[in-house]
């Protein structure tokens, strides 16, 4: 078990080397997640690591603040529903000697981390979707709970009215975080997580409700190992938010962590994933959002996405945070 004093290790943390290459030996302590909402969710983590939670424990404790806000319309309770009224979940956690678990189109459940968790805990499999999922949450003892709020309803309502199915690219970027319904980045993103302790081992946890109004069964990034999150001992970890069909296609943490094993930073990997998809889509990715988040085994971070607007949050091993901007491909 990861302790506080392993986690910690007794370090004194001078800063955030966002974007940098190696330049210590020694692993940092840190914790790093997707948005600005991502600060409590690490104020949530590093508390789960003080107390001498595992890294599994700190990602899945830091991932269910956004899961229980209300006012997060793109994770947990109070997400956004599919074009039909339904709110459904994925999420996937991952510790870095292979273990995963994940969720897809999970109902009724507020905390997907948690099924996530169970999953990797209590199954042989590594995915469960949709009723099978909700179901396994129900036998795991999790409460039935309507995740469609009445914000959440009155903008699905809004939305029927002209039903148009076109994904709002970096809505985050055009109106900022926490605005009215249909507006900000809640409409559609992501918690992406990665932590990693002084030993320099290293988990990660990704949940959403996904695109805001998508199809029925539509599943995106998140919960899909490689795409939405990926882990690898001894080299590192990344996580991805955005447009999940674009991350999906390449899968874009997996390519993180091979830039990575090359010897890449965690800067020049998430760059270098980036430049691929728009090289490969081209006019197809005009005004959709990426981004890339990757965390090395030492605490080196780095952060890129293809349109300005992409924030993150950094805690260190004294628990300070700083939200940073992520450097685009794109000026707008
Ligand atoms: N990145 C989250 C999604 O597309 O569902």
Redesign the pocket.
């Known amino acids: 078990m990861t302790t506080r004093r392993t986690f910690l290790g007794g370090m004194a943390v001078t800063g955030i080397a966002a974007g940098t290459a190696a330049q210590a030996a020694a692993p940092r302590a840190t914790i790093v997640s997707t948005w600005d909402f991502g600060a409590a969710a690490n104020a949530a983590g590093y508390a789960k690591m003080r107390a001498g939670g595992s890294l599994l424990d700190v990602v899945e404790a830091a991932a269910m603040v956004p899961e229980a806000d209300p006012e997060n319309h793109?994770v947990g309770y109070g997400g956004y529903p599919d074009r039909d009224g339904h709110v459904t979940l994925?999420a996937v956690i991952m510790d870095d000697a292979g273990g995963v678990g994940a969720v897809a189109a999970l109902e009724d459940t507020v905390h997907a981390i948690s099924v996530a968790r169970r999953v990797m805990d209590k199954t042989p499999h590594t995915l469960l979707v949709g009723e099978g999922a909700t179901r396994f949450a129900r036998d795991q003892g999790f409460p039935k709970v309507d995740l469609l709020t009445p914000p959440a309803e009155q903008a699905w309502r809004e939305w029927l009215k002209t039903s148009q199915y076109k994904p709002e690219a970096n809505v985050e970027n055009k109106r900022g975080p926490h605005a009215g319904p249909r507006g900000g980045a809640l409409d559609?993103?992501?918690i992406g997580l990665l932590a990693c302790d002084v030993l320099g081992r290293m988990a990660g946890a990704c949940t959403?409700?996904?695109?805001a109004f998508?199809m029925r069964g539509?599943?995106?990034?998140?919960p899909q190992v490689g795409a939405?999150l990926y882990v690898e001992r001894g080299v590192g970890g990344a996580t991805?938010?955005?447009?999940?069909?674009e991350?999906t296609r390449v899968s874009g943490s997996a390519r993180v962590v091979a830039s990575l094993r090359a010897g890449l930073s965690p800067q020049r990997a998430c760059e270098e994933v980036v430049r691929h998809i728009a090289q490969l889509r081209g006019d197809a990715i005009k005004g959709v959002q990426v981004g890339f988040l990757a965390l090395s085994p030492r605490g080196e971070v780095g952060a890129f996405c293809l349109l300005p607007g992409f924030t993150y949050a950094v805690t260190d091993a004294s628990g300070a945070t700083v939200v940073l901007k992520a450097p685009s491909l794109f000026a707008a």
Do not use: A, F, P, Q
Not at 218 to 222: H, M
Not at 240 to 245: A, H, N
């Open positions: 793109s994925d559609h993103d992501t959403t409700s996904g695109m998508k539509r599943v995106g990034d998140s939405g991805s938010t955005g447009l999940g069909e991350v």
